[in-house]
């Protein structure tokens, strides 16, 4: 299989995914918004990875190249192609799908537990469990799209479109280095609330991040089926 992933900063990256990709001797390539880039041909991937990132879906006065990005991940799921959406990536999807994505009630960032709608699509993952969450918006659910996941602080975690566009709120692909680049790069957000871990804490968790990656590998081997 060919994937094309989309890179919005440079500290966070396809963590377990490129693992996965490896294992599975698929093909990867990338365009990464804040270097000079150029987008694919439709033609060019079979599933299209959208990554996270500290920029909102509106931000396009800032980031002029989020309408592109945006076209492009509206002709691949019209193309029926498989994508996955991760945090900022899920929140463009969802708007893509003309969903509503809005500032959240409160920032969720650290370990906090996953709850499982009971959709068949997420039947190998535990009824609930900690999954890693860096974010400040949150998206309605589109027409047709199932809604699979919810925490405390945020009721839309996860969603699936037509069993080929998955979107995740939340982080399953990262890993220790990932979560250490995270609060390098964006520790200013630490700041004490109901719902936002110290930077032990987030550290402390990344014992987690072996069943997590293994949980997203087996979805990603799911997805189109």
Known sequence: ???????????????????????????????????????????????????????????VALHPWLAEEKALIKSAIEADKLVLGICLGAQLIAECLGAKVYANPQKEIGWFPIEKTGHFFFKSLPAAFDAFHWHGDTFDIPRQAVHLA????????AFLYKKRVLAL???????????QSLIENAKAELQK??????????????????????ALGKLLNWLGK
């Not at 880039?37 to 991937?45: I, N, R, T, V």
């Not at 709120?169 to 979560?179: M, V, Y």
């Not at 609330?193 to 991040?209: H, P, S």
């Open 169 to 179: 709120q939340f982080h399953l692909e990262i890993k220790a280095g990932g979560i």
């Open 193 to 214: 609330a109901d719902f936002v871990q110290d930077e032990v804490a987030l550290l402390e968790g990344a014992k987690q991040c072996d069943a997590n990656n293994n």
């Open 150 to 157: 919810s925490s405390a602080a945020c009721r839309n975690q």
């Open 1 to 59: 299989m060919r994937i094309h992933y989309f890179q919005h900063v440079s500290f966070e990256g396809l963590g377990s995914i490129e693992d996965w990709a490896k294992e599975q001797g698929h093909s990867i390539k990338a365009t990464k918004f804040f270097e000079k880039f150029a987008l694919p041909e439709l033609a060019s991937f079979d599933l299209l990875v959208v990554l996270g990132g500290p920029m909102g879906v509106a931000d």
